[in-house]
C-alpha cells in the first residue's frame, strides 16, 4: 500500500480482468480478481451510489479522506473513475501460495512412505484388519 499526498492510500491493484458482483445484505458490490499473482477480493458494506457492474480491467482502489473526514474510495479501471461512499471496506488477498512457499516441503524418508504404502495395500484385504489386530495386542 502507497501513500500519495498524504491523503490518499492504494488499497489494491488488480492485474487483468476484475469482476464486478453487486450483493444483497451487508455487503453491497464485491471486486473480484488478482492482485500480486494471487487471487484477491474488495468488500464493500453498506454502499451509496451506484456500483459498477460486469467486468474491469486493471482496475485500482485507493482510499482518499472525505471533507468531513469520513473516508470514500475511487474505483480506477481504464480512463473511468467512480467515487464510492461505503461504510467499510474489506480487502481478503489468497495468502496460501506465499504461505506454503516459505515452509520447507516435508521430508518424508523413503522406508516410510513404502511402510505406509505396504500397510494400506495390506489392509484392502479382506480380514487383514483383524489379523493386523491380533498381531499388534
Do not use: N, Y
Not at 30 to 54: D, E, K, N, T
Not at 104 to 123: I, K, S
Request: a positive charge.
Amino acid at each position: 500500500m502507497s501513500t500519495d499526498a498524504g491523503s490518499t492510500r492504494e488499497l489494491i491493484a488488480f492485474q487483468g480482468e476484475v469482476r464486478c458482483e453487486a450483493a444483497t445484505g451487508a455487503v453491497s458490490l464485491i471486486l473480484q480478481g488478482h492482485s500480486q499473482g494471487a487471487a484477491a477480493q474488495v468488500l464493500f458494506c453498506a454502499l451509496s451510489g451506484a456500483a459498477p457492474a460486469g467486468a474491469l480491467h486493471d482496475a485500482r482502489v485507493t482510499q482518499r479522506s472525505a471533507d468531513a473526514g469520513a473516508p470514500c474510495w475511487r474505483l480506477t479501471a481504464g480512463g473511468t473513475a467512480i467515487e464510492l461512499h461505503a461504510r467499510t471496506v474489506q480487502v481478503h488477498r489468497d495468502a496460501a501460495a506465499r504461505f506454503f512457499a516459505a515452509l520447507p516441503p516435508p521430508a518424508v524418508p523413503r522406508r516410510v512412505r513404502w511402510g505406509w504404502a505396504a500397510l494400506l495395500t495390506m489392509l484392502r484385504l479382506p480380514g487383514m484388519a483383524r489379523l493386523l489386530i491380533k498381531l499388534r495386542g
